[in-house]
């Protein structure tokens, strides 16, 4: 599992290490994984053209130190220098001894650009003077940022301004939740993660799930298994004007790990469903799960607060699409068993009362305020897709960040199978956290392998789950532990 940890816990635990070591031994030691990542990245250092952006603080020292070992293995290196007079001495001196020289502004030509202007504990828009340097970076030049990318919040993946674009993003000891999370996660690239020996604690700020952590959750049936001890999730999905719900929050459902769907809705959507699932259930009955909202429309406000203080107050709820409208906070905190929602960023939006474009900008911040107002597990849906657990008093809830998906997974009907999906995997036991991070990996996972970096429908989304299944469970390993 990849663990992500706020600056507070990140500069606690630096503070620590400082305390045990020389003086400089750990700028020294960041900067050396540092430069043996570039020299990676460059192939051949000898000749080649760096240019170093260097900020006032730490960040900067970094750079100058990464660069001098980079200008003593042969590579031409310039610095140039937002604040001269707060320029990291030490780092500028190894810098100069080692060949390297101070320029004014960035080379026209130059191979590598290594970003030390800002560093994790950076804060809102740039100032002008290091936006300006982040404006000089010539096209074509590979990016490296030290730590994080400049003009990136590193607890939050919020960019406020101008903002490096990097290729790589070299971080030192722990991730941070700013470089898994979009808008940041797009900024910084490939995470290169740079072991300094920070002795972190336990509760991260954010998890990110990998297969083996997935297979020890996924359900596996034992000899004793029959399709009821399985778990059956109820849908309630599809209207007149959108039949196509129905059919793909069952496809996602059938493919989820319960071991019966049963589908509730009106009757021309119930055909279609026998048609392409002819194992479904149709109407009624007892569940251990209930999936409602994909498709119903406009006006059903009142079928799905009657299900959720009727039918499935007594079972685990999956809330999607149609079905937000007009939720009761109040009446969902109340209930004694879970409920699991899962909007994307407008729906998100218009549940919170904000414009949309304050629910992408600040994805972390939206999506545990709207677990904390309705006492829910909240899967936010998106570029990163979040998964949020209600606060524990004063504690903030876990919060997963998924790793998988494409973009190509931005597709009518793509969010139906995966509200089937996780309600399939609420059924056969799973957490509402649990169903909701693990349907999100899968999701994602089945949408790169059906895609392959050209259109997708939802169907085969759909249609690819079995595979991501089996490419999962390949790494299963003994027990089934849940997610904190």
Not at 321 to 341: C, N, Q, S, T
Request: one cysteine or more.
């Amino acid at each position: 599992m990849r663990t992500a940890y706020s600056v507070e816990t990140v500069r606690a635990a630096e503070r620590e290490l400082m305390a045990r070591l020389p003086e400089g031994a750990l700028m020294r030691r960041a900067a050396a994984g540092l430069a043996t990542v570039c020299a990676g990245l460059l192939g051949r250092v000898y000749g080649a053209r760096v240019a170093l952006l260097v900020g006032p603080g730490d960040n900067g020292g970094d750079a100058l130190y990464a660069g001098a070992r980079l200008a003593r293995r042969g590579a031409g290196v310039s610095a140039v220098l937002m604040d001269p007079a707060r320029a990291h001495a030490g780092g500028l001196a190894a810098l100069r001894a080692a060949g390297g020289r101070v320029a004014e502004r960035l080379p026209e030509r130059v191979d590598l650009v290594l970003d030390g202007l800002v560093g994790i504990g950076g804060r809102g828009a740039l100032r002008e003077a290091a936006a300006a340097l982040v404006a000089q970076v010539p096209e074509g030049a590979l990016v490296v940022a030290v730590d994080l990318p400049s003009g990136v919040d590193a607890d939050t993946g919020e960019v406020a301004g101008a903002a490096v674009r990097a290729d790589v993003t070299v971080t030192f000891g722990a991730y941070k939740p700013g470089l898994l999370i979009d808008p940041g996660a797009e900024r910084a690239g490939v995470v290169r993660l740079v072991d300094i020996g920070l002795e972190l604690p336990d509760g991260p700020e954010a998890r990110a799930l990998q297969h083996a952590d997935v297979a020890a959750l996924l359900p596996v049936p034992t000899a004793e298994s029959d399709k009821y001890r399985r778990g059956v999730v109820g849908v309630v999905a599809g209207s007149d004007r959108y039949p196509g719900a129905a059919v793909l929050a069952v496809a996602g459902a059938v493919r989820g790990g319960a071991g019966a769907v049963r589908y509730v809705g009106p009757a021309h959507a119930a055909e279609a469903v026998l048609a392409r699932y002819p194992e479904t259930l149709i109407g009624r009955g007892r569940v251990q799960a209930w999936v409602v909202g994909p498709g119903l429309g406009e006006g059903r406000e009142d079928e799905v607060a009657e299900l959720l203080a009727g039918d499935g107050a007594e079972v685990p709820v999956l809330v999607d699409a149609d079905g937000l409208r007009g939720l009761d906070a109040g009446a969902l905190r109340a209930r004694r068993h879970p409920a699991l929602l899962t909007p994307h960023a407008g729906e998100a939006a218009a549940l919170l009362g904000v414009a949309r474009e304050e629910v992408e900008r600040a994805r972390l911040a939206s999506v545990r305020e709207l677990s904390g107002r309705y006492g829910a597990v909240v899967l936010l849906k998106g570029s990163t897709t979040l998964v949020a657990g209600p606060v524990a008093g004063p504690v903030p809830g876990p919060v997963f960040l998924n790793p998988t998906g494409t973009s190509w997974l931005a597709t009518a009907g793509s969010g139906d199978v995966l509200s089937g999906l996780a309600g399939s995997l609420l059924a056969a036991g799973l957490s509402a956290l649990d169903a909701g991070a693990v349907a999100a990996y899968l999701h994602g996972l089945a949408g790169r392998r059906a895609a392959r970096g050209a259109p997708v429908l939802a169907q085969e989304v759909a249609a690819g789950l079995a595979g991501a299944w089996r490419d999962v469970t390949s790494a299963r390993g003994p027990g089934r532990p849940r997610l904190p």
